[in-house]
């Protein structure tokens, strides 16, 4: 939570007690999804959703990257891609097997953005998971530092499988978006 702080200014009041929010993820991992024997899976890759601007950093973000400050964590996650589109939003794709790594990851690129003073163009960290044989993404909302849920279904959404999965993260402690701020992601690239 000390690193949401740093980025907006203000605290919002945990949840939980894990010392940063996207580690909440991981009380889902492997859990059994209710009144099945499906595992809910959560996969090898994640992404940082940034609003980009004329900023040095994401004239070349790939370069940037390597220039995250050696008291930070090294990044041990590969940048799979780093994608931007015609809405100046940009995805940095982080894959690794071990997602407490990928986790540490995310958080150390998010520091160095806060401390170069651009907390404000984080929208959210993006997680891929599968519930029930489905994809599904579970999105943390870095303005609020709340979760909600995301299943694509073809150009619509599960809202079924949405709710579900809401309610799972609530009942594993997971701080969650309001319904109504469930909104929707185009172009994931991952």
């Given amino acids: 939570m000390g690193l949401l702080k740093s980025i907006f200014g203000k605290r919002n009041k945990p949840k939980s007690d894990e010392s ?4 909440a993820i991981l009380r889902v991992e492997d859990l059994t999804f209710p009144d099945s024997t499906d595992k809910i899976t959560v996969l090898s ?18 370069a940037s990257l390597k220039n995250i400050l050696p008291e930070q964590q090294p990044i041990t996650s590969e940048v799979a891609n780093i994608e931007s589109d015609e809405y100046d939003s940009c995805w940095i794709v982080f894959e690794n097997p071990i997602t407490q790594r990928m ?3 995310i958080n150390s690129v998010s520091s160095h953005i806060a401390n170069l003073g651009l907390g404000s163009t984080m929208t959210a960290a993006i997680f891929k998971g599968v519930v029930k044989n489905k994809p599904s993404y579970w999105v943390c909302n870095y303005r609020t530092a709340k979760f909600y849920p995301l299943v694509p279904d073809g150009d619509r959404r599960d809202n079924e499988m949405e ?9 594993k402690g997971i701080p969650v978006e309001p319904h109504a701020n469930w909104y929707s992601l185009s172009d994931i690239p991952f």
Avoid: E, M, V, W
Wanted: charged residues 25%; proline residues 3%; aromatic residues 8%.
């Fill in 20 to 23: 940063d929010i996207l580690s």
């Fill in 163 to 171: 709710i579900k999965i809401g309610q799972i993260f609530t009942s």
């Fill in 45 to 62: 890759k994640s992404a940082l959703l940034l609003n980009t601007n004329d900023d040095p950093f994401f004239k070349n973000i790939d």
């Fill in 103 to 105: 986790i540490n990851d």
